[in-house]
Nanobody, 115 residues
């Protein structure tokens, strides 16, 4: 089992920045991809960004140029740096980890972009 704990959510003004963190624990050996998803009210969960254990990154078009995903394998932690935040970025952000054929999710952290 892999446990994922997100932190860093909160209220931020439009144009502001926020950094999310996700710490993995448990059976963390052989975790391959890690990523961030988000789910806004009454919408489906969507990929925000992902990163492989080799460092290859993938971003949703809506966040390219504004968000940066990074990973510290020594700390078993993945980060999402969010800049130039917009109200439409408001959502619950979930961390995901893939280990062999299993997908693990964190409990989510709320990010609200509002003035």
């Amino acid at each position: 089992q892999v446990q994922l704990v997100e932190s860093g959510g909160g209220l931020v003004q439009p144009g502001g920045s926020r950094r999310l963190s996700c710490a993995a624990s448990g059976s963390i050996g052989s975790i391959s991809d890690m990523g961030w998803y988000r789910q806004a009210a009454e919408k489906e969960r969507e990929l925000v960004a992902s990163i492989t254990n080799a460092g290859s990154r993938n971003y949703a078009e809506s966040v390219k140029g504004r968000f940066t995903i990074s990973r510290d394998n020594a700390k078993n932690t993945v980060y999402l740096q969010m800049n130039s935040l917009k109200p439409e970025d408001t959502a619950v952000y979930y961390c995901q980890a893939v280990r062999f054929s299993y997908i693990y999710w964190g409990q989510g952290t709320q990010v609200t972009v509002s003035s």
